[in-house]
């Protein structure tokens, strides 16, 4: 699979590396994390994601509701196929800015396929950091 050229620069820094997988016996001992800590603030963010799509949902519902008691009562609509073109736009933008922020990681992470481990000291405050950018263009 072709990988686009502007994701193979190395602009994008992750913070990681490939290790060989016999690591030494006197390597330092992996920290631990607790994984309630990581994964307590990502399911409050996925629930508040979660709220907002139901929100949409309605409000579309509603949208939709006085468009058709618009079109019973004969008044002139909303030019639907040029609000459609409109929203198509909005979501294709969106996607390539959340594209430009994921393919990085992943072209990253497929660095060095022959070693079996990746290393990744400090991690937590880079994915937050990307996490934040991508919720930013989801959000908005």
């Known amino acids: ?7 193979l620069d190395d602009t994008f820094d992750f913070g990681f590396s ?12 992996t920290p631990t994390v607790n994984t309630q800590e990581i994964s307590q603030p990502i399911v409050e963010r996925i629930t508040n994601l979660e709220s907002k799509v139901n929100t949409l949902g309605t ?23 040029e609000y459609k073109l409109l929203i198509q736009k909005d979501v294709k933008e969106k996607l390539a800015a959340v594209e430009k922020l994921i ?23 880079l994915i937050e950091k990307q996490i934040e950018r991508i919720l930013a263009i989801t959000r908005s």
């Open 103 to 125: 393919i990085p990681l992943l072209v990253n992470l497929m660095k060095n396929p022959e070693k079996d481990t990746i290393k990744w000291p400090n991690r937590a405050p």
């Open 59 to 81: 409000n579309v519902g509603e949208v939709l509701n006085i468009l058709e008691r618009l079109e019973q009562v004969g008044t002139p609509t909303l030019d639907t196929d």
């Open 1 to 7: 699979m072709p990988i686009p050229k502007e994701y």
């Open 18 to 29: 490939a290790v060989d997988d016999d690591a030494p016996a006197t390597a330092t001992p």
